[in-house]
């Protein structure tokens, strides 16, 4: 497995087979990363994911990604911090129901943003930890997925991405 992280748009992702979307239980388009990924995706989209609403916090969903340079979006519900408990375990089972999709859809590639850490207030240190460990725990059962990106908007978010990926 091939592990990398980059300082960037989630959009802008294009040699990746399925790009994340930190996303609204009812999958339309908001702010942060849905906004970017709903924009330029285009409005097919969100006629996409309307027979998939609701999902719950810790779900994940596939569509076709449109406009977009990728071949799906996966649509994660993360956990709202402080309020969707116990948060720990939701974000986990993001990240582990995502990788589970690529199984099913035989995807080699995907990217994934930081799941609730803007919005959603999940504190950035504890998300990008409890990431890294789920995913490199996971991934021992997956056979189609090659690579894996960590999408990173921020500087300082970027650097301390880096850091825990190469501990
Ligand atoms: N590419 C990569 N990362 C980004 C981008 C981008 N284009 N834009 C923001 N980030 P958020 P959440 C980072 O709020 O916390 C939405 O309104 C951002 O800096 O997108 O799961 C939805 O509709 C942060 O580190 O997702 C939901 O209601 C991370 O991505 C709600 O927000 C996640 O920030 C979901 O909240």
């Known amino acids: 497995m091939k ?73 994660c519900l993360g956990p709202v911090y402080g309020s969707d408990e116990p948060s720990d375990k939701l974000l986990a089972d993001c990240y582990k129901n995502a990788l589970d999709l690529t199984e099913k859809h035989k995807v080699e590639s995907i990217a994934f943003p930081a799941i609730s850490t803007g919005a959603f207030g999940y504190p950035f240190e504890e998300a990008t930890d409890l990431a890294i460990k789920t995913v490199k725990a996971h991934v021992e059962k997956l056979s189609h997925l090659k690579m894996i990106r960590f999408v990173l908007f921020s500087d300082s978010d970027f650097a301390y991405y880096q850091q825990a990926l190469n501990n």
């Open 3 to 75: 592990y990398e992280c980059v300082h960037g748009d989630i959009n802008q992702q294009t040699e990746i087979e399925a790009i994340v979307n930190a996303a609204n239980a009812k999958l339309q388009t908001g702010g942060g990363v849905a906004g970017a990924i709903h924009r330029a995706a285009g409005p097919e989209l969100e006629k996409a994911t309307r027979s998939l609403a609701p999902i719950k916090p810790g779900e994940a969903v596939i569509t076709e990604a449109f406009d977009l340079p990728n071949k799906y979006v996966i649509h």
